[in-house]
C-alpha cells in the first residue's frame, strides 16, 4: 500500500513539475511576443527587403492588421502588387487579386509561396500557435539565452517546429531556428531591437535562407498602431470592399 | 490639321487621368487616398491558318493581324471612393490606331444604420473556378484570355450583409436596363450568399434577368490538407441562349447574308458545372485541373456545320451572280461563332506551373482539350517581375481534329509579350 502511494505521488509530482515547465514556457512565448507585438489588435507597417547573395533585390511594403484568434489581414502596398489581400483566419486562408475582385481559398503551400513569405508579416506572436519546452542554455552572439524547442500546435503554422532562443535576462527573442514540416532547417531568423516610443521593440527581423543558399530577408516593422478592426473585416467575403485604409 | 475624334477623346482622357492622379497624390500624405499609376505595353502576333475554310472572309475580320496596346492605368481609392481608370491607345495591323478611355470601376462603400453598401461600378466576378466559371452570372468574365484588358465593372448598387461566418448580398446590376446586346449589360437583380463552414467555402447566387430568367447557382472551395484545393460549381438557368450556324436546309440567299449567318438558339434550362483543383508543393510547382460540362455552349455538329456552310459559300464563289462581297461578308460574318464564352460543351484544363519560391520568374503550361470533338490549345508563357517592372512573354498554339472547334479557329496560334511599370 504505501509503496502504492510512494509511486502515485512520485507520479502526480512529475506531471506537476511537467504542467509547470509548460506553464512556464507559455509565460516565456508570451513575455517574448511582447517584444513583436505589444498589443492584442494593432495594424503594424512593415517594409521586407529581400537580398541575392547579399545584394538588395527586392522591396515590399505590407500594412498588417492583427486580432486575437489568429486573425490577421496583409494589405500589399507595393506599386506592383498594390490592392493585393490575404486574409488568415487560424489555419484557413484567402487571397483577392485586384484584377478579379474575388477572395480566393489557398493552400498553405500557395501561402508560403511569393516575393517573401507572408505568414513571415502576417504572424507576430508564438504563444497561441506554439508550445514546447526549455532544453538547455546558450550565448548567442554573446547574449546568455535559453533554448526553447517549441512544436507547432495547430497544421496551418508556417513552420512545425521552432527553436527559440529568448535572452535570460529579459526574455526578448534574439534568434529563432525555423524548421519546415521535413523538420529541414528552412531559416534562421535573429531579431534586432529598438527603441520604440519607450519600449523595447524587434524592429527588425532577418531571416537567413537555408534552403536558397545565397537569400536573405529583412523584415523591418516600421509602426505599431493600436487599430482595431470591427469582425466584418475578417470574413473573406468583405475582402472585395475597399473599407480598409491602404 | 485637327485630330481624328477618338485620338482627341483618348488625349482628353489622359489629361483627365493625370489631372485625378496629381491631384489625388498631393492629398496622399494625410493618409486618405492611395493611388498607383501602371504603364502597360503589350503586343501580339497572329499566325493566320491560310488553309481555313473561313479564309474568303478574313480579310474582314481581325484574326491573323499582328496588334499592340500601350495602357495608363491609375487604380486606388480616396475615402469611400475606389477608382480604377484606363487610357488605352491600340493599333491593329490594316487598321488606324484607336484610342479609348475607360472608368473601368468607379465605386463607393459605405454604411448607413449598420447596413453595408456599395453603388457605383463596379468589377463583380464570382465563382471558385480558374478556366470556366458557371456563377459568374453578373460580370460573366472571359477567360483564358492571352493578355486581357482590365474587366470593366457593372453599374449596380448593393446591401450587404456580414456576419462571423457568412455573407448575403442583394445586387441591383445595370439599373434601369432590360436586355441589351451583351448578357452583362442586362438589367438584373441578384442574391449572393456565402457560407464558411470549416475549411470550406460555400456560395449560392440566384439572379433574374430578363433574358435567361432565373438562374440558381452553387460553388464551393475546400482545402483538405496544406497542398491540395478542390472546388466545384454548379449553374441551373431557366433558359439559355447560344450562336449557331444556320440549318443545313438554308438556302443559298440565306447563306449570302452576312446579318444572317449565324442564329441565336434558346435552350430550355440548360446546366453548367465544373470540378477542379490544385496541387501545390512547397518547390513552387503547382498542377490544376479542371473538368467542365456548359449547356449553352456548341454541340461538335454545330460546329461541323458551320464549317459544312463556309465550304457551300467558297463554292458559290465565280458563279454568275453571286458577288464575291456577299461571300466574304457572310463568311467574316459566321467567324462571330468563335466569339461564344465556351467553345466546347466538354472541357478539361490541365495547367502546370511553377513560380519561384524567392519571387521573380514564373512559368506555366496550359493544355486546354475539348473533350467533344477532339480540339486542343496549348499555352506557355513565362513572366518576371521586380518591384515596379514585370515582363510577360508567351505562346498559344491551337490544333486537334479537322473538324473540331480550336482547329477550325482562323488562326494556328498567337505569340504575346508584356512590359509593365508601376508606380
Given at each position: 500500500m504505501f509503496k502504492r502511494f510512494v509511486l502515485l505521488a512520485l507520479a502526480s509530482a512529475s506531471l506537476a513539475a511537467a504542467a509547470a515547465d509548460d506553464g512556464k514556457v507559455k509565460s516565456l512565448l508570451r513575455q517574448a511576443d511582447a517584444y513583436r507585438l505589444a498589443m492584442e489588435s494593432g495594424r503594424v507597417e512593415t517594409e521586407v527587403r529581400t537580398f541575392k547573395a547579399g545584394v538588395p533585390d527586392k522591396t515590399r511594403q505590407y500594412a498588417v492588421y492583427l486580432k486575437p484568434g489568429r486573425r490577421s489581414l496583409v494589405l500589399f502596398r507595393t506599386a506592383t502588387e498594390r490592392g493585393q489581400k490575404m486574409l488568415m483566419l487560424g489555419d484557413d486562408y484567402w487571397l483577392m487579386m485586384p484584377s478579379s475582385q474575388r477572395p480566393l481559398r489557398i493552400t498553405a503551400m500557395q501561402k508560403l509561396l511569393g516575393e517573401a513569405s507572408t505568414g513571415d508579416v502576417a504572424t507576430m506572436t508564438w504563444g497561441e500557435d506554439y508550445d514546447g519546452q526549455q532544453v538547455g542554455e546558450e550565448v548567442i552572439d554573446g547574449v546568455p539565452c535559453l533554448k526553447l524547442d517549441l512544436v507547432g500546435q495547430r497544421k496551418g503554422v508556417s513552420y512545425p517546429r521552432i527553436v527559440l532562443y529568448l535572452a535570460k535576462k529579459d526574455h526578448h527573442p534574439v534568434q529563432a531556428e525555423l524548421y519546415v514540416a521535413s523538420d529541414k532547417l528552412a531559416k534562421l531568423a535573429r531579431f534586432q531591437l529598438g527603441d520604440v516610443e519607450g519600449r523595447k521593440q524587434v524592429t527588425v527581423m532577418t531571416l537567413i535562407d537555408h534552403l536558397q543558399k545565397d537569400r536573405s530577408t529583412e523584415v523591418h516593422y516600421l509602426s505599431r498602431t493600436d487599430r482595431t478592426l470591427s469582425d466584418d473585416y475578417f470574413n473573406p467575403a468583405f475582402l472585395v470592399r475597399a473599407d480598409v485604409t491602404q | 490639321m485637327k485630330p481624328p475624334y477618338r485620338?482627341?477623346?483618348?488625349?482628353?482622357?489622359?489629361?483627365?487621368?493625370?489631372?485625378?492622379?496629381?491631384?489625388?497624390?498631393?492629398?496622399?500624405?494625410?493618409?486618405?487616398?492611395?493611388?498607383?499609376?501602371?504603364?502597360?505595353?503589350?503586343?501580339?502576333?497572329?499566325?493566320?491558318?491560310?488553309?481555313?475554310?473561313?479564309?474568303?472572309?478574313?480579310?474582314?475580320?481581325?484574326?491573323?493581324?499582328?496588334?499592340?496596346?500601350?495602357?495608363?492605368?491609375?487604380?486606388?481609392?480616396?475615402?469611400?471612393?475606389?477608382?480604377l481608370l484606363t487610357a488605352t491607345e491600340s493599333g491593329r495591323e490594316g487598321a488606324r490606331p484607336d484610342g479609348r478611355f475607360v472608368a473601368n470601376e468607379a465605386y463607393a462603400d459605405f454604411s448607413v444604420g449598420g447596413e453595408r453598401f456599395t453603388v457605383g461600378k463596379k468589377v463583380l466576378s464570382?465563382?471558385?473556378?480558374?478556366?470556366?466559371?458557371?456563377?459568374?452570372?453578373?460580370?460573366?468574365?472571359?477567360?483564358?484570355?492571352?493578355?486581357?484588358?482590365?474587366l470593366e465593372g457593372i453599374p449596380m448598387l448593393s446591401w450587404d450583409n456580414f456576419s462571423v461566418d457568412g455573407a448575403w448580398s442583394v445586387v441591383i446590376a445595370n439599373p434601369g436596363h432590360q436586355r441589351r446586346g451583351e448578357a452583362r449589360e442586362d438589367g438584373s437583380v441578384a442574391l449572393k450568399l456565402y457560407r464558411r463552414a470549416g475549411a470550406a467555402d460555400l456560395h449560392g447566387v440566384l439572379r433574374n434577368s430578363n433574358r435567361y430568367g432565373l438562374e440558381l447557382g452553387a460553388a464551393a472551395a475546400m482545402v483538405p490538407s496544406d497542398a491540395l484545393e478542390i472546388h466545384a460549381s454548379l449553374l441551373t438557368q431557366h433558359r439559355g441562349e447560344r450562336r449557331l450556324p444556320l440549318?443545313?436546309?438554308?438556302?443559298?440567299?440565306?447563306?449570302?447574308?452576312?446579318?444572317?449567318?449565324?442564329?441565336?438558339?434558346?435552350?430550355?434550362?440548360?446546366?453548367?458545372?465544373?470540378?477542379?483543383?490544385t496541387w501545390t508543393t512547397a518547390e513552387g510547382l503547382s498542377v490544376l485541373g479542371e473538368l467542365w460540362w456548359d449547356g449553352t455552349a456548341p454541340a461538335a455538329a454545330d460546329w461541323q456545320?458551320?464549317?459544312?456552310?463556309?465550304?457551300?459559300?467558297?463554292?458559290?464563289?465565280?458563279?454568275?451572280?453571286?458577288?464575291?462581297?456577299?461571300?466574304?461578308?457572310?463568311?467574316?460574318?459566321?467567324?462571330?461563332?468563335?466569339?461564344?464564352?465556351?467553345?466546347?460543351?466538354?472541357?478539361?484544363?490541365?495547367?502546370?506551373?511553377?513560380?519561384?519560391?524567392?519571387?521573380?520568374?514564373?512559368?506555366?503550361?496550359?493544355?486546354?482539350?475539348?473533350?467533344?470533338?477532339?480540339?486542343?490549345?496549348?499555352?506557355?508563357?513565362?513572366?518576371?517581375?521586380?518591384?515596379?517592372?514585370?515582363?510577360?512573354?508567351?505562346?498559344?498554339?491551337?490544333?486537334?481534329?479537322?473538324?473540331?472547334?480550336?482547329?477550325?479557329?482562323?488562326?494556328?496560334?498567337?505569340?504575346?509579350v508584356g512590359l509593365s511599370v508601376a508606380y
Open positions: - | 485620338q482627341r477623346r483618348l488625349l482628353q482622357g489622359l489629361a483627365a487621368t493625370l489631372g485625378v492622379a496629381l491631384s489625388l497624390q498631393a492629398g496622399a500624405g494625410d493618409g486618405a487616398a492611395d493611388f498607383g499609376w501602371t504603364t502597360r505595353l503589350v503586343a501580339e502576333g497572329h499566325e493566320l491558318r491560310r488553309d481555313s475554310p473561313f479564309a474568303a472572309g478574313l480579310d474582314l475580320t481581325s484574326f491573323g493581324r499582328d496588334r499592340y496596346r500601350i495602357e495608363q492605368e491609375l487604380r486606388g481609392r480616396a475615402g469611400p471612393v475606389s477608382l464570382g465563382d471558385v473556378a480558374y478556366a470556366f466559371r458557371p456563377i459568374d452570372v453578373l460580370q460573366r468574365e472571359s477567360r483564358l484570355q492571352v493578355m486581357p484588358a482590365q440549318a443545313d436546309t438554308a438556302s443559298v440567299a440565306d447563306l449570302l447574308r452576312a446579318d444572317r449567318a449565324l442564329v441565336t438558339e434558346t435552350i430550355a434550362a440548360p446546366r453548367k458545372a465544373l470540378v477542379g483543383g456545320r458551320l464549317a459544312r456552310q463556309a465550304a457551300q459559300r467558297r463554292a458559290l464563289l465565280g458563279l454568275p451572280g453571286v458577288p464575291a462581297a456577299a461571300v466574304a461578308g457572310a463568311t467574316a460574318a459566321s467567324t462571330r461563332m468563335f466569339e461564344q464564352g465556351n467553345l466546347a460543351r466538354r472541357g478539361l484544363l490541365t495547367r502546370l506551373a511553377w513560380s519561384d519560391p524567392g519571387g521573380g520568374w514564373s512559368a506555366s503550361a496550359d493544355l486546354l482539350k475539348s473533350m467533344e470533338d477532339g480540339g486542343w490549345t496549348l499555352t506557355t508563357a513565362l513572366a518576371w517581375q521586380s518591384d515596379r517592372l514585370r515582363f510577360d512573354a508567351g505562346l498559344r498554339r491551337h490544333g486537334g481534329h479537322a473538324d473540331s472547334a480550336y482547329r477550325l479557329l482562323p488562326e494556328r496560334g498567337v505569340a504575346f
